[in-house]
């Protein structure tokens, strides 16, 4: 036999042996039977990659009509799609593809396509009625991400007034009962997954520093539990790398008396080279520990875990909208959440899970589940999405669980100051434009901002490097001052937005090299991300007929453009040498890493606030601020800034009533 037939046996073996393989005929008779259909099954049953095949044998893609799946997450669209690919003997992209924001690996010939929620969304704008598909998968929905929880109340819509598409709302073993309520007493199809039993352990009393407990647990199954992987738990990077410190460093100490501990972190942030040693099968006579955050919970799978320590915590992005602060901050997980990630460890024998918190904390302190995310971030750009849908009634919206009035009115007025949105809350020519670019609403503002400014060419670079901001420097630990002094030599007059151009620059001088990104500690897979989504931003720009035009790095343009979008975040010097927000008169930090730190000019605007030990302005500018008067005469008056005493003695002593009058004392705006 040829290596080819051996793999596609090997491939064809594996689909058999998926725990969703012996109910096929039962599941196709279900979906004939009912329009709407929960399916309920454990992660590795096999619910993503089987059923759109089996539907595709049922003859659901005939007259031309597509299967649509989507995914919370772009990893696990892309990975997937590929699989499935490889399972149908396919080039990806040809009969299977998959459509994620700024990458679309799809041609006319797909007829399953994997897709990342927000992606379905957008296909609403063009397509209000989905008529190309057939049938519409949604995965992982105990997720609750933002995008699915506004996809359910759309597809329950369509559902209503064309009979003949078919939804499949699939989910892990959590709340099945709660999505067939909502959905009008929809039938659930369980698929019992392949699991092994799971013995979990609590500690005795509450740990005091759960990352020293995670060492001390891992060495103890190292020396005296039988061979078998690792899953560590941890909320997020710093936790992950220094987790990994201690326990290099008590390994060293062990010596030969130990065998051999393999180390294996895994994060966003991480270079995809390393990211991939996760999956490399363990050597003989040795073990591998995974550090991973909740990545590994539901979306990626691990082979040959037997071990999981979970200590309980988690990161979640919370938006305040009385502040206007995002903030990213470790929380307890959930019941569901440490279900899931016991259940991790009995894929492939049976598992010991190693909860470090007390039975009792398990019972009586966590919640039931996690709080859709709907609830705890900024809606702006879901309001934008849902009205260029032609959705009015944003308040009765049909939600699964409904965000506050509070969220709602805070996104609804920040289109109106943007100019998205009239006094009477309908959308504008403006707002429309908006809405075709995935971006947050102030971002397409100031987008469509540099066309005034004929500074686009720049503007779409910043943009699509803001678009993977947090990880275009990579900052090893063991060469922390050298990637700092790389990072210095990108710095800008004018801030940090000017960096990150100045970055591309010279990345694009240097013709792509990927050499010239290790010899500057910058992440070069993030610059590849960032030039297409510039590519598919230029498109987008075409599409909504603005001129794409340089400015020749006039960067009071771009700082204006800049500023037309994000006049909501602006900050002033106070008396005592600290930022507060304009508006808000929140107490704010310049990030330590910023080109501004150590500069202190007395009017900034930031891209995004951070709540870590303080809370920091991250990616500033400074900026003047009369342009505050000028791009955004409705929202400042003369008093927000003259009160400041920032424009110091040039400022005439009598502040003019209105706009007209102050331009009159000041011809230039300069």
Not at 9 to 34: G, M, W
Not at 619 to 648: C, F, M, R
Request: with cysteine; net charge neutral.
């Amino acid at each position: 036999m040829t290596e080819k037939e051996i793999k596609k046996l090997s491939i064809e073996e594996t689909r058999r042996s998926l725990p969703v393989f012996p109910f096929k005929d039962d599941l196709i008779a279900a979906i004939n039977d009912h329009q709407v259909l929960i399916i309920e099954g454990e992660t590795g049953s096999g619910k993503t990659t089987q059923i759109p095949q089996y539907l595709i044998d049922a003859g659901y893609t005939k007259d031309g009509k597509k299967i649509g799946c989507t995914q919370p997450r772009r990893v696990a669209a892309m990975s997937v799609a590929a699989r499935v690919a490889e399972e149908m003997n396919t080039k990806l992209g040809s009969l299977v593809g998959y459509s994620i924001r700024f990458e679309d690996c799809t041609s006319e010939k797909t007829i399953l396509k994997y897709m990342t929620d927000g992606m379905l969304l957008r296909e609403f704008l063009g397509e209000p009625d989905l008529a190309s598909y057939s049938v519409i998968i949604i995965d992982e929905a105990h997720e609750r991400t933002l995008h699915t929880d506004i996809l359910f109340g759309l597809v329950k819509d369509i559902g209503r007034f064309r009979p003949d598409i078919k939804l499949l709302i699939s989910s892990a073993t959590l709340d099945a009962e709660k999505f067939s309520d909502f959905f009008d007493g929809a039938p659930v199809f369980r698929i019992p997954g392949r699991r092994f039993p799971v013995d979990i352990y609590y500690t005795k009393a509450p740990e005091a520093d759960y990352i020293d407990a995670c060492v001390v647990t891992i060495l103890q199954i190292h020396i005296t539990q039988k061979l078998g992987d690792i899953l560590v738990f941890l909320p997020g990077q710093e936790e992950i790398e220094q987790c990994q410190e201690l326990l290099q460093e008590r390994v060293r100490r062990l010596g030969t008396r130990v065998k051999e501990l393999l180390i294996r972190p895994i994060y966003a942030n991480l270079p995809s080279d390393i990211q991939a040693q996760v999956f490399e099968p363990t050597p003989p006579n040795a073990r591998k520990v995974v550090l991973a955050t909740n990545i590994a919970e539901t979306s990626i799978t691990i082979d040959n875990i037997i071990y999981v320590i979970d200590p309980g915590y988690c990161k979640q992005n919370s938006f305040n909208p009385r502040t206007g602060m995002a903030a990213l901050v470790v929380v307890p997980i959930s019941k569901a959440s440490a279900n899931q990630r016991a259940g991790r460890s009995g894929r492939v024998a049976p598992g010991k899970c190693f909860r470090l918190f007390t039975a009792w904390a398990f019972q009586n302190e966590l919640e039931d589940s996690t709080i859709p995310e709907i609830q705890r971030v900024h809606l702006g750009n879901v309001v934008l999405m849902l009205k260029s849908l032609g959705i009015n009634d944003i308040v009765h919206f049909d939600y699964l669980d409904p965000p506050s009035a509070e969220a709602l009115i805070i996104a609804l007025e920040q289109l109106y100051a943007l100019g998205a949105l009239n006094h009477l809350g309908e959308l504008t020519r403006l707002g429309r434009r908006m809405a075709e670019f995935p971006l947050d609403p102030m971002m397409s503002r100031a987008l469509l901002a540099s066309e005034k400014y004929k500074c686009a060419e720049e503007m779409l670079t910043i943009c699509s490097m803001l678009s993977v901001n947090s990880s275009v420097f990579y900052r090893p630990k063991d060469k922390a001052v050298f990637a700092d002094t790389a990072r210095k030599r990108f710095f800008m007059e004018g801030g940090d937005h000017l960096t990150l151009l100045n970055v591309y620059k010279q990345w694009m001088d240097s013709g792509y090299s990927k050499q010239w990104c290790m010899e500057n500690f910058i992440q070069y897979r993030s610059m590849c991300r960032a030039r297409d989504v510039r590519d598919q931003l230029e498109k987008l720009m075409e599409r909504v007929e603005v001129e794409v035009k340089s400015c020749d790095n006039d960067n009071v343009a771009i700082r204006k453009a800049i500023t037309s979008g994000y006049f909501y975040h602006t900050a002033k010097l106070s008396k005592g040498g600290n930022y507060r927000t304009i508006k808000g008169n929140n107490t704010v930090l310049i990030h330590p890493n910023s080109t501004l730190f150590d500069e202190m000019p007395r009017c900034v605007l930031y891209h995004e606030l951070v709540l870590t030990t303080k809370e920091y302005m991250r990616q500033v500018i400074e900026i003047n601020p009369l342009w505050l008067l000028e791009v955004a005469p409705h929202y400042y008056k003369p008093k927000d800034i003259d009160e400041s005493g920032t424009l110091g003695k040039k400022m005439p002593k009598q502040v003019g009533k209105s706009l007209a009058d102050l331009t009159r004392t000041y011809p230039s705006n300069e």
